[in-house]
């Protein structure tokens, strides 16, 4: 013996149950003795108080666990680099402007090539060396970007051989720099 609920008929016989109009009353008095109201208390709230509400909720929250449970790559160590090398060259060029800009007369090519020439050579290289390694490493990952935006190296073979290519000549070109 096959059971409506066997064959599949159970949707089908109580749509055509309760489709007539004169079952219409039957088909509200059955769903309002199925579903069981329950009646919500509310309370109106001062606008602080949703503020107080929110901030609570968010210390609930997880922080996101990201360095603790990556394993560091390429690509990302570089997106981070490329910004820091970015934001050292803007706060190094603004600062020397505003430096200029205060004092013209110290600042000057003459007074800055006679304080560097005074300088041991150990200081030089070195100053060298913080100049020139986040100028060509934004330089290059700049071009690496620009070839992105081309349509070029955008397998994750590519992306890795394109950053291992721009760390190599950062490392070139900035040795380069620091011994002229």
Excluded: C
């Amino acid at each position: 013996m096959l059971s409506t609920r066997a064959l599949g008929l159970t949707p089908s016989l109580r749509q055509a149950a309760f489709s007539s109009a004169r079952n219409h009353a039957l088909k509200n008095a059955i769903r309002s003795s199925i579903i069981v109201r329950r009646s919500v208390q509310t309370q109106s709230l001062k606008p602080e108080d949703g503020t107080t509400i929110l901030n609570k909720q968010r210390l609930q929250r997880p922080s996101s666990p990201h360095f603790t449970i990556y394993q560091p790559q390429l690509t990302w160590i570089g997106s981070i680099f490329n910004r820091v090398t970015g934001v050292a060259l803007s706060v190094l060029l603004y600062g020397f402007s505003l430096a200029y800009l205060v004092a013209p007369g110290s600042f000057d090519s003459t007074h800055v090539i006679e304080f560097v020439g005074g300088l041991p050579d150990a200081v030089k290289y070195a100053g060298k060396f913080i100049l020139a390694l986040p100028f060509t490493f934004h330089s290059f990952n700049g071009i690496r970007h620009l070839l992105w935006d081309s349509g070029k190296f955008l397998t994750v073979k590519g992306a890795y051989s394109s950053g291992y290519a721009v760390l190599g000549a950062t490392a070139l070109s900035t040795l380069y720099l620091m011994f002229q």
